[in-house]
């Protein structure tokens, strides 16, 4: 498969709040050499506080993907990841004043749509592939989740995520290269289920979160007591439960928009690879762990030549 990597046209600015430390966030998208890949300055910490988008610093992957190297730590940057590899951007360098990238509507389209209306720069260097020979299958016993990559000439995904919701059912997505991953998988926003949200404020995580940037999924009844509670929480004034199940902050984009949400965080995820992979992916309950493990397991692979 010959084509050349690709890179940003011009520079692209987003301000939001990281997702649980709340703190506002300032980032810089840029242009990158060919063969550089995806790296994130640090700007609040040095000039030269790089750290690069690899598997090989991953470090905690609770409710996102986090990176470390030295005093340089980067969390939440799946969505951000997931849109470079969605679009086909192979390098880029990410000015960031904060150790959190900006949550945004809780999906990759913001970055997907800046981008998009210039397109990407060709670069003068062959993209590079690793094509899987032989299957590689890792399992977590504990949550059921498992990953599976065969043999293919091309890159594709079959995902299913199944958490006993009788709100979600079970919910699958396929992806190839003919899907339209800017408004297939992009508009995708994470979600949470609603008896989850007071844990996640009480262990001092979500503070950045709001009701524009994440699904709801409430499978009980709900006291009118608890919804005033979340109400205050996030700062408005009422919220309700639409019939479908989901708090009704927002509406659904896709009757599977969280199977879709979970293809973009394994894409984001399979990024940190640091090559474009030629492979079968057969995912089910999916999340960053496992994503990041694998990815893990597909570089070592790649380092020894195997």
């Known amino acids: 498969m010959q084509d050349n990597q690709k890179t940003l ?9 990281g997702l649980h430390s709340g703190r506002k966030v300032r980032m810089t998208l840029c242009p990158a050499p060919a063969g550089t890949g995806i790296r994130f300055l640090r700007e609040d910490i040095d000039p030269d506080a790089v750290i690069e988008a690899l598997a090989d610093y991953v470090t905690t992957t609770q409710r996102g993907t986090t990176l470390e190297k030295g005093e340089i730590r980067l969390s939440t940057l ?30 990759a389209l913001p970055y997907v749509r800046a981008v998009s209306a210039d397109g990407l720069q060709e ?13 590689i299958s890792l399992r977590d016993e504990a949550s059921g989740s498992e990953i599976v990559i065969d043999p293919a000439d091309d890159f594709s995904v079959d995902l ?7 709100v979600l059912g079970v ?4 992806y190839d290269r003919l899907t ?4 297939e998988v992009a508009p995708c926003r994470t979600f949470v289920f609603f008896h989850e949200l007071e844990f996640l404020f009480n262990n001092n995580l979500i503070k950045g979160g709001d009701l524009e940037n994440a699904l709801v999924i409430v499978e ?20 309700g439960v639409l019939p479908n199940g989901y708090l009704d902050n927002v509406r659904l984009h896709f009757p599977n928009e969280c199977a879709r949400h979970k293809l973009l965080d394994l894409i984001g995820d399979f990024s940190l690879i640091g090559t474009r992979i030629l492979g079968k992916v057969t995912a089910f309950k999916s999340g960053h762990r496992i994503n990041t493990d694998m990815a893990r397991i597909v570089r070592e692979r790649i380092k020894n030549n195997k």
């Open 220 to 239: 009980k009844p709900v006291p009118e007591e608890a919804l005033s509670r979340m109400a205050a929480l996030f700062n408005v004034e009422k919220v």
């Open 160 to 166: 299913k995520i199944d958490f006993n919701s009788h």
């Open 78 to 107: 799946e969505h951000l990841l997931s849109a470079f590899s969605g679009m086909g951007v192979d390098n880029a360098l990410v000015r960031i004043n904060a150790q959190e990238v900006p949550i945004l509507d809780g999906s």
């Open 171 to 174: 919910q699958d997505i396929h």
């Open 123 to 135: 670069q003068d260097a062959p993209r590079s592939y690793y094509k899987i020979t032989e299957r």
């Open 180 to 183: 339209d991953y800017a408004s």
């Open 9 to 17: 046209k011009r520079e692209y600015t987003f301000e939001g709040k």
